[in-house]
């Protein structure tokens, strides 16, 4: 064995997403985008594509959006908004219904 251990190869990634997380996110904004949603909780947020095409661009650049945004210097063609997760869940089911989104939501 070198040192190298799983906990802290685990705790090493842990660290280096938190910080690629807080990065994205003082760009994006640390707060969610919902209309009156208080959640500022950076392990409660993630990021929303605005074009519903997140599968897609996940697809094209691989599994690392943080480090694609960071890499790339947050690139404009890239549409995307703060939300937590119960409201990415809720925009989800929403447009599932062919419900209107809040106006504060963006939809392009
Ligand atoms: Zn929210």
């Avoid at 919902?34 to 650049?61: A, F, Q, R």
């Avoid at 691989?62 to 694609?68: D, S």
């Avoid at 960071?70 to 089911?93: A, E, G, S, W, Y």
């Amino acid at each position: 064995m070198c040192g190298w251990t799983l906990p802290g190869k685990i705790k090493y990634w842990v660290t280096h997403h938190r910080k690629q997380k807080e990065i994205v996110f003082d760009h994006y904004g640390r707060k969610c985008c919902w209309p009156n949603c208080k959640v500022t909780d950076l392990d409660m947020l993630s990021l929303d594509h605005v074009l519903d095409n997140g599968y897609e661009h996940i697809k094209e650049i691989g599994k690392h959006l943080y480090g694609y945004l960071i890499k790339h210097n947050f690139p404009d063609n890239v549409h995307l908004q703060t939300m937590c997760m119960n409201h990415q869940f809720k925009k989800r089911q929403m447009k599932y219904r062919g419900e209107k989104l809040p106006k504060k939501v963006t939809t392009i």
